[in-house]
DNA sequence: AACTATCTGCGAATTACCTGCAACTAGTGT
DNA sequence: ACACTAGTTGCAGGTAATTCGCAGATAGTT
């Protein structure tokens, strides 16, 4: 009986592929399939991009990442297990700032007072304009 | 003289085409490139794909509609007179709903003052659960 | 070692959107 | 009314991101 892993644990197998992924997301931090799959090649050049894909979904069902929509540029995924956080994106320059949760936390609570609506201000983010790009358009 | 128009006062040709887009999008509020189209058709069938998204791009660039990300599909458009407002969507039955800005004032001053970062949340749809859906998932 | 469900690679399909270009036409001047 | 020209349109084709089908490979079990 092998010792606990947490993807086997979760029920999946335990592959190079998989495991390059994962550890990629965690490097990275916000990171889209692509720059996945081009850190993961780093060190499984043969990687497709299927394959990318797929598993990034799978870790994300079960939970060991998430993805985002961070401005107009596709998707992007980052560890599940990291600090939560809003994410700011600069239109001008592409900044991501983040933001952490509590930050946000009296906003979310007045749209579930007023709205009945549960935000989770973490899957996407905040358009708008950093500080030197708001000064200096 | 002709006299003045919405669209020639902006220094745009008045084609029928451009005329449609600019109604479908008001009659249709949120709608995305396609249902723009459907929408036009209905009076055009001819109207090409290509038309719909150029008369978008040339109609939010003299200030007429707007585009934003609402969800995972792609881009959506609404007039750019109506009040302006921030969009909550829900990510289990897609229903938006709409929350004048002033709701969420004081969050965005709250992202200048500590982050210096200028935000424009109508530009995008935040995500969560509606009542309805987070009751029963 | 054998077995089998899961996983991977690959090529092709799909979706959303953009581009080049020739033909057309709105608005202007005659 | 007629011609002119730049802004527009339709069409064909292109690109980028993501997904799918399937045959072969392989992780974990027996």
Redesign the interface.
């Known amino acids: 009986m092998a010792q606990p892993h947490e993807l086997r644990e979760r029920g999946l197998r335990l592959t190079p592929q998989r495991e390059l992924v994962l550890k990629a997301v965690r490097t990275l931090g916000h990171a889209t399939p692509e720059e996945v799959a081009e850190e993961v090649r780093k060190t499984h050049p043969g990687i497709n991009l299927s394959t990318v894909y797929r598993n990034l979904e799978t870790l994300e069902n079960v939970g060991l990442v998430q993805h985002a929509?961070l401005g107009?540029g596709g998707v992007r995924y980052h560890p599940a297990e990291e600090e939560i956080h809003a994410h700011?994106n600069?239109e001008k320059c592409g900044a991501i700032?983040e933001?952490p949760l509590d930050?946000?936390a009296?906003?979310t609570q007045?749209?579930i007072d007023?709205?009945?609506?549960?935000?989770?201000?973490s899957?996407?983010?905040?358009?708008?304009?950093?500080?030197a790009c708001?000064i200096k358009p």
Chains 1, 2 share one sequence.
């Open positions: 929509h107009h700011l600069c700032i933001v930050a946000t009296s906003f007045s749209l007023n709205y009945g609506f549960h935000t989770d201000l899957h996407l983010a905040i358009a708008g304009r950093c500080e708001f």
